[in-house]
């Protein structure tokens, strides 16, 4: 699966860049060239940022499906328990 940035975030990160060379490097950095870096770290990085965070999202939703009779579970046949509990009031 090919990461996709919207415009706005590539042009985001792309002054984002620029900015990190100009108060880290000692020359600054085109948007051209900061637009190809992006493209490497987008292409070579990103996969395995984008693999962690399906893996995370799978580890979190599986424990909350594991979990869904905790959440969810109401026991059956209360009408005459409940009855009960208002008359006694």
């Given at each position: 699966?090919?990461?996709?940035?919207?415009?706005?975030?590539?042009?985001?990160?792309?002054?984002?860049?620029?900015?990190?060379?100009?108060?880290?490097?000692?020359?600054?950095?085109?948007?051209?060239?900061?637009?190809?870096?992006?493209?490497?770290?987008?292409e070579?990085?990103?996969?395995?940022?984008?693999?962690?965070a399906?893996?995370?999202s799978q580890?979190?939703?599986?424990?909350?499906v594991?979990?869904?009779?905790?959440?969810?579970y109401?026991?059956?046949?209360?009408?005459?328990?409940?009855?009960?509990?208002?008359?006694?009031?």
């Amino acid at each position: 699966m090919s990461i996709e940035l919207s415009k706005h975030v590539r042009d985001e990160a792309i002054a984002s860049i620029q900015q990190y060379f100009e108060r880290n490097m000692p020359e600054p950095i085109g948007e051209l060239a900061a637009g190809l870096l992006l493209n490497y770290f987008v292409e070579e990085i990103g996969p395995a940022i984008y693999n962690q965070a399906i893996s995370d999202s799978q580890v979190r939703m599986q424990r909350r499906v594991m979990d869904l009779e905790g959440e969810l579970y109401e026991d059956p046949f209360q009408y005459w328990h409940k009855a009960k509990t208002k008359r006694s009031k």
